[in-house]
Every structure is written in C-alpha cells, then in structure tokens.
C-alpha cells in the first residue's frame, strides 16, 4: 500500500501559474504511470495529463501547450507546472499512481479555483 500526498493548490488569478506536486509515501514503492485528473461538481473525472516511467507524457486538448507534467523516478513524485490558466481549468485536482502490479492509488485532491 501506499498514499499519494498532494500539495501546491489553491486560488489564482486568470493567466497565473500553479504548481502541483504528489509524492508517495514510500521511495521504494514500485510505480509505473503516474498522472493528474481533475473533477468538477456533476462531471466525471477526467485526466489532465500522465507520464509513464520512461517519460512518455500523454495530455487532454484543453491542456496542451500550457500544463507541463514531470516525474522523478527515485523520488515517486510528479509535478504538473499550470501556466496560462484559465476560469476553466477551476476543479480539484487528483494525483493517481499505477503499480507495476496495476492498482491505482489516488490522492486525497487538491483544490485550483481561478477567479479574479
């Protein structure tokens, strides 16, 4: 087992930038792909972006050209660098890990408003 932490929401003026990061708890837990949905209230969740161990990244239309996912191996841990964000992009964000085995393991979310 293992958790997904989550950190660096939070509110931003439209065409700002956020950063947020996931971490697992255990360096040593063997994870495959990693990424980030997000979900508004009366919508499913959808996938923002993912990144395979081999650094193969994957990303929805709405976000290409403006969000950036990374990942450090050693450390378990992914990024999503949002720039350009826009009243849109405003949902709680979910970080999910894949093992090797194939289970998945969420985040508990992070909350992105954009507003001015």
């Known amino acids: 087992q293992v958790q997904l932490v989550e950190s660096g929401g939070g509110l931003v003026q439209p065409g700002g930038s956020l950063r947020l990061s996931c971490a697992a708890s255990k360096t040593s837990f063997r994870i495959d792909a990693m990424g980030w949905y997000r979900q508004v209230p009366g919508k499913q969740r959808e996938l923002v972006a993912d990144?395979?161990?081999?650094?193969?990244?994957n990303y929805a239309d709405s976000v290409k050209g403006r969000f950036t996912i990374s990942r450090n191996n050693a450390k378990n841990t992914v990024y999503l660098q949002m720039n350009s964000l826009k009243p849109e992009d405003t949902a709680v964000y979910y970080c999910?890990?894949?093992?090797?085995?194939?289970?998945?393991?969420w985040g508990q979310g992070t909350q992105v408003t954009v507003s001015s």
């Open positions: 999910k890990a894949t093992s090797w085995t194939g289970a998945d393991y």
């Open positions: 990144i395979t161990t081999a650094g193969f990244t």
